[in-house]
């Protein structure tokens, strides 16, 4: 079975120019996530995603970050402009939200941005 | 405000020796405490998970210690190999509306050496 996918796997641009990473969750997975990773740091969630619904998205920078889930698969979070203090590495992670005791999230292998 | 505070932030252990990480957190409605670990390049992986129910979980070399009315955690890698080395995060959820919500700790960067 495939794992979650991202796309790049690195990115570096200049301050205030656009960047957008792209993530395919695991089939089947319902619920998808993305989170930043600052260095030396653990994961902190951005948005959540169940299906194609927004249902937590409090920490996401709303002036310069969004992001979309269309059709329920296939994931984009886009900075716009980027700021110096973005560079991170953006984590998608997927998981099947059910009846299960714990829905055990799985990582995608980040896309590590740098912004000069 | 760190909600899992997780110490060291690094640990060097030689091959063989015990590996141990120590995690606390203030908020009791947390209701599972998982561990990942994450390899340079890659995202984390889930390693193991206790219940606050339960003083201990052990799965092959891992061990989790739970200690509800402290409020702390740890984990135990015994005979620990240099494939160990790795970042782990401990972690803690919340359950709400069928959705786990995950809060990691910082992070201890471990190094086996031979």
């Known amino acids: 079975e495939a794992g979650v996918v991202q796309s790049p796997r690195y990115k570096i641009i200049e301050k205030k120019q656009p960047v957008a990473f792209w993530c395919n969750p695991i089939?089947?997975?319902?619920?998808l996530y993305w989170y930043r990773q600052n260095l030396g740091q653990g994961p902190e969630l951005l948005i959540r995603?169940?299906?194609?619904?927004?249902?937590?998205d409090s920490q996401l920078p709303k002036d310069r970050f969004s992001a979309e889930r269309l059709k329920g698969v296939d994931s984009t979070l886009k900075i716009q402009p980027a700021e110096l203090g973005d560079s991170a590495v953006y984590l998608c992670?997927?998981?099947?939200?059910?009846?299960?005791?714990?829905?055990?999230?799985?990582f995608g292998p980040g896309t590590r941005l740098t912004v000069l | 405000q760190q909600q899992v505070k997780q110490s060291p932030q690094s640990l060097i252990v030689q091959k063989g020796g015990i590996s141990i990480i120590n995690c606390a957190y203030e908020?009791?409605?947390?209701?599972?405490f998982p561990w990942y670990q994450q390899f340079p390049g890659k995202g984390p992986a889930l390693l193991i998970a206790?219940?606050?129910?339960?003083s201990e979980k052990k799965e092959g070399r891992f061990t989790i210690s739970f200690n509800k009315s402290a409020k702390q955690f740890s984990l135990h890698i015994m005979d620990s190999q240099p494939g160990d080395s790795a970042t782990y995060f401990c972690?803690?959820?919340?359950?709400?509306?069928?959705?786990?919500?995950?809060?990691f700790g910082i992070g201890t960067k471990l190094q086996v050496i031979p």
């Open positions: 206790i219940r606050p129910d339960v």
């Open positions: 992670a997927s998981s099947l939200v059910g009846k299960s005791s714990y829905n055990e999230q799985f």
């Open positions: 089939s089947g997975h319902n619920t």
């Open positions: 995603y169940e299906n194609e619904e927004a249902v937590d």
């Open positions: 908020n009791t409605a947390f209701d599972y």
């Open positions: 972690a803690a959820t919340r359950t709400g509306g069928g959705y786990q919500k995950v809060t």
